[in-house]
């Protein structure tokens, strides 16, 4: 085990110095291992992330990062471990039901419909809240016609929040990475989430895309009061942006705390930096 | 007689025209803005609402008449309504461009010394929270926007909507003072002070009451009968003399509805849901858009190409002349008919312009065939010159007597002349106060009989009575062997071509005329990408061989195009080069309101104008260089040097 932080107990909440509440663990991973087949991706794995932070995983290139997200959202179930998820342990997943336990997610690689306009996209996040039937909804009539509307204002709200209004009615297909991401960014809010899971939200941007994005990452949570978990290379954006830090390594975690402890972690460094084996 | 005369008297402060408004066009749409995707409307009487509880919790928070309010924000309605909401407490609004980094804002706010400060957003009022230590005056700052600010010291900032909660619980003599300060306004207290984009120096405030903006507005609003049922797109600077006039002034007037877009970005978008009857909009935009069309139609498939160009070239042929109301045959009228069903019409539509009536442009001069352009389209677009201390019009073009190469007639009540050093002067009830806290500057402006010198270089057309307008008084001076130099007038014809952006032309006692070239990347990277010419930057594609050939053809044709004119024949470019970067206000090389800093850019290139003159082939240079947020980096490159062609008067005739 590496050395842990002095945390507070899972239940406590305490006042970041910027004056924001951090809440008790909204999720708990106790020793999680996941294999896959002979290799094992995630080897022994405990955190925890607390209702409203922002929490970084951060790693090398295989350090197991993504598996860990997908772990998270209910996509892998580990073969070992508990994941406990608002004080209950989760039990295996189907598709819908990883959809409607309030954790919205981003992808590394944009995984967007590339043909449908940028309020189409975000609208289709709102779909686990939209409770009318497809009949209904095809003729566009009753309730539907009001539910529509309803979802069609919040979207807005996002539209507005992210600064995308000169691209509504754009297919996002045709606009530019950045743009993309920011769109893929307003889908997942949509369906307001408890627990919001970025993979790699600056991946391939240039310096300005990546100030507005941070810019928007902290807006959303101080904002909506959002807990994030989010993985990412750039480490100084990391260090600017979490409240508290898991390193990965080879499957295994090398550190855990915050930006400054993890810093000065001799692991950390070791295998961020490499080690001289002589 | 005595009622005409209350009633006249009743319309003299802004205030009093709001008043005007809500009772006689009480449910008529006083302002549109396009919020969470939906255009949101407020009429006159909802406006005055808006405005009451505004101005009654400015008075609440301690605004006293006389105070200077600034605003820092783009177009909105909230923003207009700030701006009343300080003149009905009988203080000083003062708008300022929003996209100003913050040392220039520090300036003007410290120089008027703000009391309370409108911001729009966390990016605005950052702003001010960087400089506030130079601002001892300053009382409260109200934002708009919540986004971002939660964690800020709340002690001097305000939301907007809690100012207003405050109005609505002011107390009756609260209330009562309101009525009082307002009715104790008269037209010659200050309306406004509008900030001059400073070509030269620091900005000046101009200082323009009630009389000057109401009584130009009543005229120009005459001269054109703009009506209660017109409407505009608010979009440009509202620290702009012209937004002012036309979103205040001639609205408030008139009670025609000011529309305003939902962001910067989605302006010509927002243009065409409004479709707006009467227009400003500078010569870059006309350029801009037409550039647009002009690539467009490029793409477009082989039917539609020769559609377009087929009826293109009958408008130009007639389309002036039917605008202008002369004889046109009937054939052609009908050929014009049908060419406004299959692609005057559609094309108006995309760009937004279909309903406009009257459409203005000034500031630069605008290229003839882009100014017939859209004239042939059936836009009644116009020319008019203006500037802040005349509260905006000096001459405009009546219906009729359009031309690309004049500014107009004097507008109603304006008189014009012109001094023995060619220099532009005008008399009008437009004419500004003073500048502020600048006495030196004001005498120098506007003499005793209240004459100011415009400061622009020009003559009145003997035959039509027209103005035009050469360079600036200051810009046109002499060449070494005494030759006539005349900058402007040269850019100014080598930025028609759609692929020069901006130009500077140097010459000032020299024996030969050089230039800096900056091309557009828009429409050059266009024809880049049709001539497999492959470029990563600006600065790559700058430096093209193939592109210094175009440009070099560009001045070649000027050249020959200026020999002709015997007085002006000094001022054929010898030497040229492309600029590595695009010349940025952000940067201090243009004004906000994009004109060229001459003088700037002198001091700051200066080594490669000595390569200009020194017959270097090529210069390597290194420029800093300032990004948006205020940071800084710099760029170097090697720039190539090229000749021109350069033609003689006979050429020309032969």
Redesign the interface.
């Known amino acids: 085990m590496s050395k842990q932080t002095a945390l507070l107990d899972s239940r406590d909440s305490y006042v970041t110095a ?2 924001r509440t951090i809440g008790p663990a909204v999720m708990e991973m106790q020793n999680i291992i996941l294999r896959f087949g002979g290799v094992v991706a995630i080897q022994d794995i405990s955190f925890d992330i607390r209702e409203g932070e922002i929490r970084a995983i951060i790693g090398p290139n295989g350090a197991g990062k993504s598996s860990m997200l997908n772990v998270i959202n209910g996509f892998y179930h580990p073969q070992e471990g508990n994941v406990i998820y608002k004080g209950e342990v989760r039990k295996p997943l189907k598709p819908y039901e990883i959809a409607h336990q309030g954790i919205a997610r981003t992808f590394q690689n944009i995984a967007l419909f590339k043909g449908m306009s940028t309020l189409d996209n975000i609208m289709t996040g709102r779909l686990t809240h939209m409770k009318t039937g497809m009949l209904a909804q095809a003729l566009w009539w009753g309730k539907a016609q009001k539910e529509e509307v309803e979802n069609r ?1 919040f979207v ?2 996002i ?3 992210l ?1 995308i ?2 691209i ?1 009615k754009v297919p996002v297909g045709r606009l530019p990475y950045g743009l993309q991401k920011r769109v893929e960014l307003g889908r997942a809010l949509a369906a307001q989430p408890s627990l919001l899971l970025l993979d790699e939200p600056m991946a391939g941007m240039n310096v300005e895309e990546k ?1 507005d994005m941070s ?1 928007f990452i ?2 959303v949570n ?2 909506f009061g959002t807990t994030i978990a989010l993985i990412e290379h750039d480490m100084s954006v990391v260090m600017d942006l979490a409240d508290r830090v898991v390193v990965m390594d080879y499957g295994r975690k090398i550190g855990d705390g915050t930006p400054d402890e993890v810093r000065s972690n001799q692991a950390v460094i070791d295998a961020y930096l490499g080690v001289s084996h002589d | 007689m005595a009622a005409a005369e209350t009633s006249a008297a009743r319309r003299d402060t802004v205030p009093r025209l709001l008043t005007f408004n809500a009772e006689h066009y009480a449910d008529k749409p006083a302002y549109r803005e396009k919020e969470f995707g939906i255009w949101q409307s407020w009429s006159w009487a909802e406006a005055k609402n808006e405005i009451n509880k505004l101005a009654t919790g400015l008075l609440t928070m301690g605004l006293k008449p006389g105070d200077h309010v600034a605003l820092l924000g783009r177009n909105r309605p909230y923003f207009y309504w700030a701006m009343i909401a300080a003149q009905t407490n009988g203080a000083v609004p003062v708008p300022v461009y929003q996209d100003s980094v913050a040392d220039e804002i520090a300036y003007v706010l410290a120089h008027c010394s703000a009391r309370y400060i409108f911001a729009e957003d966390q990016e605005q009022v950052d702003k001010i929270l960087e400089i506030q230590d130079k601002l001892p005056e300053l009382k409260a700052v109200i934002y708009l926007d919540e986004g971002g600010m939660r964690k800020y010291d709340r002690s001097q900032l305000h939301s907007y909507s809690d100012v207003q909660a405050a109005g609505e619980n002011a107390s009756q003599k609260q209330k009562a003072d309101l009525a009082r300060r307002e009715a104790e306004q008269t037209g010659a207290d200050t309306c406004a002070m509008l900030y001059t984009s400073g070509t030269t120096g620091q900005p000046k405030g101009v200082v323009l009451s009630n009389d000057n903006i109401i009584k130009t507005a009543e005229a120009s609003s005459d001269f054109d009968k703009l009506n209660v049922n017109d409407s505009v797109l608010a979009y440009l600077p509202m620290a702009w003399v012209g937004d002012f006039i036309f979103s205040m002034g001639q609205a408030m007037w008139t009670g025609f509805c000011v529309c305003c877009p939902e962001s910067t970005e989605t302006m010509q978008h927002d243009l065409r849901e409004i479709g707006p009857s009467y227009f400003f909009a500078p010569p870059r935009y006309f350029e801009g858009v037409l550039t647009n069309v002009m690539i467009r139609m490029e793409d477009a498939g082989k039917f539609k190409q020769s559609l377009f160009h087929y009826f293109m070239d009958h408008a130009q042929k007639v389309g002036g002349n039917i605008l202008d109301g002369h004889a046109v045959s009937a054939s052609d009228k009908l050929k014009y008919g049908l060419g406004r069903l299959l692609v005057y019409g559609p094309l108006l539509n995309t760009l937004g312009l279909s309903k406009v009536r009257v459409g203005y442009t000034a500031g630069e001069a605008i290229g003839p065939e882009i100014f017939s352009f859209y004239r042939s389209l059936g836009i009644n677009l116009k020319q008019l010159y203006g500037q802040t201390e005349a509260s905006v019009f000096i001459t405009q073009q009546p219906d009729g007597q359009v031309r690309s190469d004049t500014v107009g007639v004097p507008s109603p009540g304006v008189e014009i002349k012109i001094s023995d050093s060619g220099e532009v002067f005008y008399r009008s009830p437009g004419t500004f106060v003073e500048y502020y806290k600048n006495p030196k500057s004001t005498k120098e402006t506007k003499d005793k009989q209240g004459w100011v010198a415009t400061g622009d270089a020009g003559f009145m057309e003997k035959d039509t009575g027209h103005l035009r307008i050469i360079d600036r008084a200051k810009d046109v001076g002499k060449m070494k062997d005494g030759r006539l130099f005349a900058p402007k007038y040269v850019e100014n014809k080598l930025k028609f071509y759609p692929t020069i952006l901006e130009a500077v032309v140097f010459g000032a006692d020299r024996d030969m005329c050089t230039a800096f070239i900056n091309i557009d990347l828009q429409a050059v990277g266009n024809w880049a990408e049709r001539n497999n010419i492959a470029y990563s930057s600006y600065q790559e594609l700058a430096g093209n061989p193939d592109v210094y050939k175009m440009v070099q053809k560009h001045i070649n044709e000027i050249n020959r195009d200026v020999a002709a004119d015997e007085m002006l024949s000094g001022c054929q470019i010898h030497r040229f080069l492309i600029l590595h970067k695009e010349l940025d206000a952000d940067d201090g090389e243009l004004t906000r309101t994009r004109k060229v800093r001459r003088r700037v850019i002198q001091d700051k290139f200066k080594e490669l104008i000595d390569a200009l003159y020194g017959g270097k082939s090529e210069i390597f240079t290194k420029t800093q260089v300032t990004y948006e947020d205020g940071t800084s980096g710099s760029i170097s490159a090697t720039l190539r040097i090229e000749d021109a062609v350069i033609s003689s008067a006979q050429e020309t005739a032969a």
């Open positions: 910027d004056g204002a807005e709200r539209v507005d929040f600064e209004q000169s509504r100030e810019r902290l807006d101080e904002e």
